[in-house]
Each structure stands twice: as C-alpha cells, then as structure tokens.
C-alpha cells in the first residue's frame, strides 16, 4: 500500500540550507562577493566593521555597495540601503542595467531601501535610535550600505567635528552588530589620493578606492584597498569592469599606476 506522504515541518528551508555550507568559512569574516575582491582582503571584509568606499562620480560606488549586499541577500542575509540622493524607482531602474534585481529581494523581505536626510542621521547621532535602529534590529539586519555619506559630511564644517561626527557614526553602526559599507564621493585623482576629508578616512576600518581614469581614448576602471585593519591586504592595483552581474576584477594587477 502505498504510504501517504506526510509534509515534514523540520524539512531544512532553502535559505537555510545555503547558510550552512558557510561553516567552514572564517566566521570572522563577511565575504564581500565581488569577484576576485575577497582574495585581496584575507577572505572578507572583518566581521561588524564600518568599510569605507571612495571613488569619484559613476566610479561604480553604488554597484559595488549593492553587490555587496547581494551577496549576503543570496544567503538568506537581511540586508539594508540607506541613501540621501537616490529615488528608489530610479535606482532599481539603475540596477536592473546590470542584472541586479532589487525588487525580488525586497519581496522576500530581505531587501529595505531606506531614503533618509542627512539631518536626521544627525539627530540620531545626536539623541540615539530612530528608523534605521529599529530597522536593523526588527529585520536582523547583518549588511548595511550608506551611499553616499559626502552630503551628511558636508553638515560639519571643520575638520574636528568631521571627525567625531565620524566617530559617532562608526561607533553606532558598529554597535548595531552588522557589517557597514559607506560611501563617499570624491575623485582620488583630484586630490592625488589625499582625501579631503582625513576625518572620515581614518576613522573608517577599511579605505578601498575606485579610480576611473581617462586613458588616451577611453577611461579604466582601477581598484585599491587603501587600508584594511587587521588584515594583510593588498598593495596592489588592480583593472576592473562594470558589466552584466555588476563588478569583475581582473586576477592580475598592474605593474604601473600613475594616479593622473
Ligand atoms: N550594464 C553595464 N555595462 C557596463 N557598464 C555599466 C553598466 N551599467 C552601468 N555601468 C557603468 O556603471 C556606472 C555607474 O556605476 P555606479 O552607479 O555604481 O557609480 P557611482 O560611483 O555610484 O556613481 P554616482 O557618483 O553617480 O553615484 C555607469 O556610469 C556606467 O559607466
Ligand atoms: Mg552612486
């Protein structure tokens, strides 16, 4: 006879099965997903860390951070986006350009893109909590991007209070225990890889540039972690593409980088 099948309510979710082919990974470290960029960082960015991104306008910040939190969205991770400058309508729209469908993960409720106003991440430095608080405490939130915090640093106008704003940022993101991708706009050929703002860099765990830079004809895409905590990252420049599925870096970095 034959035997009816029973649905067994301890049948592993999908998700979580994906989860667990991560435990033989570092569990210090959160892989960034990019190709050939987790290989340059010891395996991942350091986990909890505030990573920040510099790179001038369309140097592939947006894609980068939104890569990032693919990643982990893939593995069934809660992921948050948090921007001053970009509608979201047009920012999916963006994003679809490069495969990256941020309306399905949003239907999972993985996904919660958040506009908010660089004013009121001041008041919440200032008076605690708010939105994004209880965001990522609700949703368990384990990735976070800020794209960009150029318009909140603007707020501060000498370089101390740049400074402990910064301080203040990065302590708290630290203390929501998920792993923080920030952004900044600023061309690093402008200021011959001197940022304007030391503040913010050196607060920041990590410092990884973007170079978009005009070759004869054409511009090339170049990438650089700048400074990484803890970890033996790098020295080295490397060639990459923005394409279909976002950021590739090229394997073999290059023997000559002129930053002009
Ligand atoms: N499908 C694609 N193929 C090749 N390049 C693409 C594709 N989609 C986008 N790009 C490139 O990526 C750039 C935009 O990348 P991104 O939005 O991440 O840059 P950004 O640094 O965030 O820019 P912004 O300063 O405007 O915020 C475009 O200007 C274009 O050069
Ligand atoms: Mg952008």
Same mark, same amino acid.
């Given at each position: 006879?034959?035997?009816?099948?029973?649905?067994?309510?301890?049948?592993?979710?999908?998700?979580?099965?994906?989860?667990?082919?991560?435990?033989?990974?570092?569990p210090h470290r959160v892989p960034v997903g990019i190709p050939n960029f987790d290989r340059l960082i010891e395996g991942g960015f350091e986990k909890n860390s505030t990573n920040l991104l510099v790179g001038g306008s369309g140097s592939g910040k947006s894609i980068f951070a939104t890569q990032f939190l693919i990643y982990g969205m893939e593995r069934g991770e809660n992921c948050l986006y948090i921007t001053f400058e970009e509608k979201k309508e047009q920012f999916y729209h963006n994003l679809l350009e490069v495969g990256f469908d941020l309306r399905k993960y949003e239907k999972k409720g993985l996904f919660t893109f958040l506009e908010y106003s660089p004013i009121k991440v001041k008041t919440m430095?200032?008076?605690? &909590?708010?939105?994004?608080? +209880?965001?990522?405490?609700?949703?368990?939130?384990?990735?976070?991007?800020?794209?960009?915090? =150029? $318009?909140f640093s603007l707020?501060?106008?000498d370089e101390l209070s740049k400074r402990?704003?910064?301080?203040?940022?990065?302590?708290?993101?630290? &203390?929501?225990?998920?792993? +923080?991708?920030?952004?900044?706009?600023?061309?690093?050929?402008?200021?011959?890889?001197?940022? =304007? $703002?030391?503040?913010?860099?050196?607060e920041a765990d990590s410092v990884i540039v973007l170079y978009f830079i005009r070759k004869a004809?054409?511009?090339e895409r170049f990438i650089e972690v700048l400074k990484m905590r803890g970890t033996n990252h790098s020295k080295e420049v490397y060639p990459f593409e923005i394409k279909e599925g976002g950021i590739f870096i090229k394997t073999t970095p290059v023997s000559h980088f002129v930053c002009k």
């Open positions: 006879m034959a035997r009816k099948k029973v649905k067994n309510p301890k049948k592993p979710h999908k998700d979580d099965r994906v989860r667990s082919k991560k435990v033989e990974m570092d430095l200032e008076e605690g &909590g708010g939105s994004i608080e +209880s965001i990522i405490l609700k949703n368990k939130v384990t990735r976070l991007a800020m794209d960009s915090i =150029t $318009s707020l501060f106008e402990e704003a910064a301080l203040s940022l990065f302590g708290m993101t630290r &203390g929501w225990h998920c792993t +923080s991708l920030l952004t900044l706009e600023e061309d690093p050929v402008d200021f011959g890889g001197a940022f =304007t $703002s030391k503040a913010i860099e050196f004809e054409k511009r």
